[in-house]
Every structure is written in C-alpha cells, then in structure tokens.
C-alpha cells in the first residue's frame, strides 16, 4: 500500500476529491473538499465501500464501476458521470502497480465536469492567440524582406 506521506502529500496538492479504492471497493483513503469544504485527508478504521461513501442511498457497487475497470485493464482511465447531488463529473482513475505488475490499489480523482471543459476552452483559446501572433510575425516577417 501507498505511504500515508505520499498520500498526505498528494492530497493536499489537490482541490478536487480523491480517493484510494482496493480491489473490495474499500475506501481506505480519502477527502472530500467537494462535499465538505475544508475537509483534510481522512485514514478511515472502517474502510468503507466506495458505494457507501459517494452513493449512500445505494445498496451495491455501481453497474459500470470505472475503477473496477481500472483494475481490469490496468491503465488509467479518464470519464465523465452523473452523481445525483453533485451534478456532472469528471473522473480520473489512475491505476498503481505492485512489484509483480498488479493493481493495487486505484487512485481516483474527482473534480466538477466544468473545470476540465474550462481548462479545453482556455487552452483552445492560447492556441488561437499563438496561431494569430505567428501569422502576424509571418506578415511583418514578409514585408520587411520586400
């Protein structure tokens, strides 16, 4: 398993919510800055089940459980869900591999969908602005040869 140092760390480099799932959908580590604001990484005794901590009104593992695919397919995955009180999602599911290859455990990363559609705008946008200034120095570049 993680160091709780590496953990502590990257947790509190981060803004959106994360979780550490194994492969019993217990969830050993996790904050939730999206659900309570000021929230500190959290080492619970319990471990809850994933479904338990995100989907209290459920009973069962999610049908289509990316992080179950994680752990199938070994890589990481990113998607977007639906959660029913927080809206629109993006889901970023990195697998970490043990010394013989498997997963163990998946490092899930949760931030509102907008930021991602957000950051794809403004990087939609710089690309625009440096496409027009190199058109630019092309012209002024052509003009002062002639």
């Known amino acids: 398993m993680l160091s709780y140092e590496f ?22 580590y996790y904050n939730m800055p999206l659900l309570d604001e000021g929230a500190t990484p959290l080492r619970s005794k319990d471990s809850p089940r994933c479904f338990e901590l995100f989907y209290p009104d459920q009973d069962r593992c999610c049908d289509n459980c990316h992080v179950k695919e994680v752990f199938v397919r070994g890589q990481t995955l990113n998607r977007h869900k639906n959660h029913p009180h927080l809206g ?21 990363q949760i931030c509102p969908a907008d930021t991602q559609q957000h ?28």
Do not use: W, Y
């Open 88 to 108: 629109n999602l993006q889901a970023r599911c990195l697998p970490i591999h043990d010394d013989r290859g498997n997963v163990s455990p998946v490092i899930e």
């Open 7 to 28: 953990l502590e760390k990257f947790f509190s480099d981060s803004t959106g919510l994360i979780a550490v799932t194994d492969r019993h959908q217990r969830v050993p």
């Open 119 to 146: 950051i794809n705008q403004r990087k939609a946008h710089l690309r625009t602005m440096a496409e027009k200034t190199e058109q630019k120095i092309r012209r002024e570049r052509d003009l002062a040869r002639h």
